[in-house]
């Protein structure tokens, strides 16, 4: 009788845990579209002014970049560790409040409050913390299929190194020369190129390869962020990639007074998810089967 109780107080924790955590979702969707109307009926700020007066960044002024130290913590996404490098979020990267990574998010990158705290509690719930309460090392982020995934276009797959903070120069390089736009900035188009390369290539190479729909969604979200948040200029991206540093005088090509919205950043993901060909002509599919030998078979059907 004590276990069935038991057992009944746990079901039902999780019942409302799951309905409190629906309706923050819900409430912050709802706050977004109003946030998104908002930016529709208001002039976007004037340029040199995304960061208002008073805070670090206004003018493109940043916080002195200093490098990692030894014993620090970092992960493999490098707009975080640009934060902690200029010291917008703790230096050593350690024991960090997920309210604070939201409002880094957000003053820095001019992504919308909601925006920002719908990606940071999500980052918490995917590591089964309490946003509001618990704290993280940035290199929790790299729990393997948690955040991080296979196939990035700025790190290798955890099968050839599981030190995620280290950035892969070779694959930078390689984003960094596929722009087709003007002066060879990145356009939407290269995005989903270089993604449909990178996976084929990543799961003919990786025998314990992975990347569920969730985690397409995040690279096609990551290659979408070089678009919106830096232009896909490369000068700029250069210096974020290889040294994940702000660029001296910079400041977020989002100029929306209320920053990026779901509502706007959602489609773009979508889109660029959707531009992938090689998601469409299977070639991610086939790639690989050359590490699985031929089953051969008896003459009545079954395998040898």
Not at 25 to 42: K, S
Not at 164 to 192: F, M, R
Not at 264 to 292: C, M, T, W
Request: neutral net charge; aromatic residues 8%.
């Amino acid at each position: 009788m004590v276990a069935l109780i038991i057992a009944f107080q746990c079901v039902l924790r999780e019942l409302v845990s799951g309905m409190k955590t629906l309706l923050v979702l819900v409430l912050a969707l709802a706050l977004d579209f109003l946030f998104a109307v908002y930016n529709l009926l208001t002039p976007d700020r004037p340029v040199g002014r995304v960061v208002p007066p008073g805070q670090p960044g206004h003018g493109g002024t940043w916080p002195p970049y200093i490098p990692p130290r030894q014993g620090d913590s970092r992960c493999s996404c490098p707009a975080l560790n640009a934060l902690a490098n200029h010291g917008l979020l703790p230096r050593d990267g350690k024991s960090i409040k997920f309210t604070e990574v939201t409002g880094a998010v957000c003053r820095v990158y001019n992504l919308s409050p909601t925006l920002s705290f719908l990606l940071t509690h999500f980052i918490a719930g995917s590591l089964v913390r309490n946003f509001r309460t618990d704290r993280l090392d940035l290199a929790d982020v790299d729990a393997h299929n948690c955040i991080e995934h296979d196939a990035s276009f700025a790190r290798v797959d955890t099968y050839d190194d599981p030190d995620q903070s280290k950035i892969a120069h070779e694959l930078v390089d390689e984003v960094l020369a596929c722009g087709t736009g003007p002066g060879g900035n990145l356009t939407p188009a290269d995005i989903s190129r270089l993604l449909g390369k990178r996976r084929v290539e990543a799961k003919t190479r990786d025998p314990k390869f992975s990347l569920a729909l969730i985690h397409k969604l995040f690279g096609s979200a990551n290659g979408t962020m070089l678009m919106t948040i830096f232009g896909g200029r490369v000068n700029d991206l250069r210096v974020f990639l290889e040294e994940e540093r702000l660029p001296d005088g910079w400041e977020s090509r989002i100029r929306h007074r209320m920053g990026m919205t779901a509502f706007e950043f959602n489609p773009k993901v979508f889109s660029v998810e959707l531009s992938i060909k090689e998601e469409v002509d299977d070639s991610i599919a086939h790639a690989g089967q050359g590490r699985y030998a031929p089953i051969s078979r008896t003459g009545n059907g079954k395998a040898a």
